[in-house]
């Protein structure tokens, strides 16, 4: 529990406003996040000097996630966040236009240049679902950080088909014409969000609140961190290896496609309930169910190399990254008070886009030197983990409750 020093006001119907504009942006920034993943490897073996290298361009698109998340809480925090997501967006284009010029000119290093502009979008896409908690009661959060989650419904539409319906348009340049539309849409998604009402910070919450390093240590947060680590870097993981592992066992791209979409709905579309559970059960259950769920995705990812094997898996793995990634946000934000929330949420997100960056340049090396059962087995370890850092804040948390019923505050 948080000891406010300084009262937030709630305004329900603002943030209920933001939220319908930044579910929108979330679904146009997530189709950004859709076309790399699903091109990023195919294009990558295309380009590489080597097969090992091909998810190299999704790692350097993780960097620049990682990269992003602390000039984003930054840029937030001096001018506020609406100057940082038009920032964001025309990454975003910026990552569209020099995609496209990198598969005409058959450059692989233009590629990876092209991904990291789109990872620092991703960045400040992923600062929507707490911008979409700014001002709103303790009740409503949840929902509002679910909801705006959910626009990735969408994405999971529109990433893949415009995949599907432009990858061949420039013919022999096989996905060019994929990025010069994924420009546009980012173009779209700047003038959304310049509607989004979020106001330069008051000069009292640039400065006020605790330092950052006593925030963090609270094993609230530490769990919290670590849960939203393991949930989104296994989800990459396994992710970004699939369509060039279902490539290597002779599917088509019109399953990888297909996959990957089924995926991206799976990862977003409980979002729309996923508030309400979080509300009922609270945000630790939830996290442990996703958790749960992504171990279940590598035994099913181990299981077998059919089509069916690897859109099962992908799905599963989607609704595990939902409940675990969605959870630990919610566990971030009752760990800050509000002069607080943009040095907290981006070193958040610093430690998780940043730790999985680590593990995104391992990946392409595992699918080729060691196989796809190899890339599931390694999810195991860090699921266990997570879990661990679950129960231990729980203690944490029941053991403080139980002194601070036993020796009350004379003073309250």
């Known amino acids: 529990m948080i000891d406010a020093a300084t009262p937030e006001i709630h305004d329900d119907a603002r943030a209920r406003s933001n939220v319908l504009r930044l ?150 340049y096989l996905f060019a014409a994929s990025f010069a539309a994924q420009a546009v849409v980012a173009l779209i998604a700047m003038a959304l969000l310049s509607t989004v009402d979020a106001p330069r910070p008051a000069p009292a919450d640039m400065h006020g609140g605790r330092p950052l390093l006593e925030i963090v240590r609270q094993p609230r947060f530490v769990a919290a961190a670590i849960c939203g680590v393991v949930s989104y870097s296994m989800m990459n993981l396994v992710m970004t290896s699939a369509p060039l592992a279902m490539k290597l066992c002779g599917l088509t791209l019109s399953d990888s496609n297909f996959g990957l979409q089924w995926h991206i709905v799976a990862m977003y579309g409980p979002s729309f309930f996923t508030g309400s559970l979080i509300a009922r059960f609270g945000a630790s259950k939830v996290v442990a169910a996703g958790l749960a769920l992504e171990a279940i995705a590598a035994v099913i990812g181990i299981a077998g190399i059919s089509a069916m094997h690897f859109w099962v898996c992908l799905v599963v793995l989607g609704l595990g990254w939902n409940f675990g990634f969605i959870g630990a946000s919610a566990l971030v934000l009752e760990t800050h008070r509000p002069q607080e929330r943009n040095k907290v949420q981006a070193f958040n997100d610093f430690l998780v886009f940043g730790l999985m960056a680590v593990g995104s340049f391992s990946s392409g090396q595992l699918l080729a030197n060691y196989g796809w059962s190899t890339v599931n087995a390694v999810v195991f370890p860090p699921v266990v983990l997570g879990l661990v850092a679950l129960v231990m804040a729980g203690f944490v948390k029941r053991r403080a409750m139980q002194q601070a019923a036993a020796f009350p505050d004379p003073a309250i």
């Open 23 to 172: 579910a929108a942006a979330q679904a146009l920034g997530g189709a950004n996040s859709a076309v790399i993943f699903a091109t990023g490897a195919i294009v990558g073996a295309t380009l590489a000097p080597s097969v090992s290298l091909a998810t190299v361009p999704i790692s350097v698109y993780v960097v620049g996630l990682a990269c992003g998340t602390l000039p984003v809480g930054m840029i937030s925090r001096a001018y506020g966040r609406r100057v940082a997501f038009i920032i964001g967006s025309g990454a975003g284009a910026i990552c569209g236009l020099l995609g496209a010029i990198a598969i005409l000119k058959a450059s692989f290093a233009l590629f990876c240049c092209a991904t990291f502009f789109g990872g620092f979008y991703g960045a400040v896409a992923q600062s929507y679902r707490f911008a979409a908690a700014d001002g709103a009661s303790p009740s409503y959060r949840p929902k509002a950080v679910s909801w705006v989650m959910a626009g990735g419904v969408f994405a999971g539409v529109l990433g893949p088909q415009l995949v599907q319906w432009t990858m061949d348009i420039w013919s022999p």
